[in-house]
């Protein structure tokens, strides 16, 4: 009797613990009346905005930020340049952030409610960018959504539009020399005049490190390292690659306390983790514990509030470049699904 109440219980909370797994999961919404309003509204923007036979979709995690709006609209007006003879559309997977941004008025959508938009429009081909830096968990779930939206059983005319996929900032190796390249030539200065610059990118724990995206980013330090050696990697979420890591990485190769220390985001935009995990806040004298800023001035570095320079790498064109070579490099390379 006991072994059944228990098995009973047992069920009962793997059941609650699924349901709320597929809550959180962004491209699933369970609201139906939600979901249908969403699409209605992706529809829209489609049917009002297209003029050509191929769509380009962009795909972010996204962010609360009102900055980064701004970085992902100069984003999408770059690749719209570039790309003059496709309709160029925007979307977001954090379910979080579409909806602290709606109630701000920004309307951003999952990238499964303007492919399933797109195909319903008519569109011979998309086009689907990922603008992730390292290919890793988020990547993946934009892998799966194309995957999705090819195999759609309701709608097996999508299987007829013919897909691209662009890989991450960081997809390649050569990837990683581009953008050490590129921000050198920011940096440069800095470095040459005895101070460190060190560079805070998110990265995935490592039970969802697919694809093995952390590895970029021991490669971009080890890239920019050859430049100079003042130069470092570190993350939020990497094992092993903490900020505290960072530290002990640098006061093993020399970086002497009192060395001056320039913080810079590794990632597509400055929201939440560029102001509060590396900067640690507004206030001059007393950033929020266990940020980068405060961790460094605690180790004997110098690192005030100025010296934490909130940009994006998305801010950037030459950086922007990049992605958009991943998307011409598609384009070359053939479709991942065709008719």
């Not at 072994?3 to 709320?20: A, D, P, R």
């Not at 590129?182 to 490592?206: C, D, I, Q, T, W």
């Not at 995990?277 to 007393?286: F, H, I, P, Q």
Request: charged share 25%; hydrophobic share 35%; net charge negative.
């Amino acid at each position: 009797m006991k072994k059944s109440i228990l098995l009973s219980l047992t069920l009962l909370l793997t059941m609650m613990f699924g349901f709320v797994a597929c809550d959180d999961d962004d491209d699933l919404p369970r609201d139906v009346n939600n979901y249908k309003e969403k699409m209605e509204a992706v529809k829209k923007e489609i049917q009002q905005n297209k003029k050509h036979d191929t769509a380009l979709l962009l795909v972010s995690f996204g962010s609360t930020w009102d900055a980064p709006q701004e970085t992902f609209m100069a984003m999408k007006k770059q690749f719209a340049e570039k790309f003059s003879n496709m309709d160029v559309y925007f979307s977001f997977t954090s379910e979080i952030c579409m909806t602290r941004c709606a109630a701000k008025g920004l309307n951003y959508y999952a990238p499964s409610f303007y492919l399933n938009a797109i195909g319903l429009a008519g569109y011979k081909t998309v086009c689907v960018q990922s603008l992730h830096v390292i290919p890793g968990e988020e990547f993946l779930r934009v892998q799966n959504v194309v995957k999705d939206f090819h195999n759609n059983g309701a709608n097996p005319e999508f299987g007829n539009v013919t897909v691209y996929l662009g890989g991450p900032l960081l997809y390649h190796e050569s990837d990683v020399k581009k953008v050490a390249m590129e921000l050198n030539k920011r940096y440069a200065s800095y470095v040459a005049e005895g101070k460190a610059v060190v560079f805070m990118g998110h990265g995935n724990p490592e039970g969802m490190n697919y694809g093995n995206g952390n590895s970029r980013y021991t490669m971009l330090e080890e890239e920019m390292q050859k430049i100079n050696p003042n130069y470092y990697v570190a993350t939020v979420d990497m094992e092993g690659n903490y900020v505290l890591d960072m530290i002990q990485r640098m006061k093993k190769n020399g970086v002497k306390e009192g060395t001056e220390v320039i913080c810079h985001p590794l990632m597509s935009i400055a929201g939440d983790h560029a102001n509060n995990d590396m900067k640690g806040g507004v206030s001059e004298t007393e950033p929020e514990e266990e940020s980068w800023r405060y961790e460094l001035n605690k180790a004997g570095f110098v690192c005030p509030l100025s010296n934490c320079h909130i940009k994006g790498l998305g801010d950037y064109s030459e950086i922007v470049n990049v992605w958009i070579s991943h998307m011409e490099n598609a384009l070359n390379e053939g479709p991942v699904f065709e008719e």
